[in-house]
């Protein structure tokens, strides 16, 4: 036996003598799991709100604001392609030296990362280096996010009661919501209350200064749960521990692969009703970007409510039911999105509930569709690489192609591009057939 390899098990021999040996209840797991979504999401939508509100402006004044929107776009998605890469060097991390390490580094990334966006000086101070900078910044925010899994969210999907397994999965994604709804509301407030050029200089920076808070909020809240002798003794008992990536891979790569497809239609329907419909109001509508900000704030609220609803209904007609319904609703949804979208103020309202509306039921239910596939031991590793790759193929470019398809072809193509999340996530579903026989 290696020194290491005995330090471990007396650690974790240490560890479990010094447990309570109490039952720690799912809404206790659930606590951490929402402080931690909700702080990631509210990274996410500072972000993604500037990316249409300030970058374009900021570091790309030497185009138009469409060019400029679609550069910030591009940038936009280099943290979900690093986001893999830092999921496999944190891994390592947390097989070295701990979850409570990987968790530090991570989040300390993630909020220097955010911090230092808020210092970015402008095209017109240090020239292309301000995007180089921005896409550094962005790519530090990719490496971090892929660090920040805590396995808290399949801690609760493996503690939650049989008959309660759709509200407790519905509880992770409470996050985006809570975010949207946080991160809209102070944009609004700046916007409304500074003039445009001391927003531009200045007032932005405070929303990046209130997520770098957060996080360390986030930090110290996660770290007190993931840290402590208990919730140590429940991870090992459960075999949720890093498990080798090539070997995950190898044996669960369809389930990665389907786990990845099957929320498409939320992933989708997720930017059209958040990051593209910003960029689309602001770019070719005369309407103030406060008031439609104020809008997303209240289909935040009814997002909330859908979420929730979601872990009813799923409760009741079983999680790949609510996951299809959705979806085919999506589907629907698409072909008059486009038109409600385009629709004036009250189009606009009408587009932003309903959609939220939609996506409340469809993304409560998408965290993890296929995560009881995978064996015990590798479903750690796997959840995390699933998560990763979910939000690669459906997000990271989705603001994108969604804006690029609406510029060249009008609305009607970003209503085609909805449509093909939610033809995915039926394909997934339907190929899923450990998922199909699930009730």
Known sequence: MTAKTA?????????????????????????GVVIGRTSEFFDFFVYAIASVLVFPALIFPYVDRLTGTLYSFAIFALAFIARPIGSL???????????????TIALFLLGGSTAAVAFLP?????????????ALFRIGQGIALGGAWDGLASLLALNAPENKRGWYAMIPQLGAPLGLIVSSA????????????????WGWRYPFFVAFAINVVALFARLRMVSTPDYTALFESRELEPSR?????????RNIVIGAFAPLASFALFHMVTVFPLSWVYLFTKEEVARFLVIEVIGGFVGVLAVIASGLIADRVGRRYVLGASA????????????????????????????????????GQSSGAVAANFA???RYTGAALTSDLAWLVGAGFAPLVALVLASRFGLV???????????????????????????
Not at 186 to 201: G, K
């Open 7 to 31: 330090s471990h098990n007396a650690e974790r021999d240490a560890r479990a003598i010094n447990a309570r040996h109490g039952d720690i209840a799912p809404s206790e797991i659930a606590i």
């Open 89 to 103: 060097i944190f891994l390592r991390v947390d097989e070295v030296l701990g979850r409570g390490t990987k968790l």
């Open 122 to 134: 402008g095209y017109e101070t240090i020239g292309s280096w301000a995007a180089v900078l921005l």
């Open 186 to 201: 102070l944009f609004a407030f700046f916007v409304t209350t500074l003039s445009p050029e001391d927003f531009l200089s």
């Open 245 to 253: 990536v090539v070997d995950t891979i190898r044996s669960d790569w």
């Open 328 to 363: 085919a609703g999506i589907a629907v949804f698409s072909g008059f999105a486009p038109q409600l979208l385009d629709g004036g103020e009250i189009g606009e309202v009408v587009f932003m509930i309903v959609g939220f509306g939609l996506l409340g039921v469809a993304f």
């Open 376 to 378: 015990t031991a590798r």
């Open 413 to 439: 193509a970003a209503g085609a591009y909805l449509l093909s999340g939610a033809i995915g996530t039926l394909l997934a579903l339907g190929i899923n057939k450990e998922l199909a026989n699930r009730t």
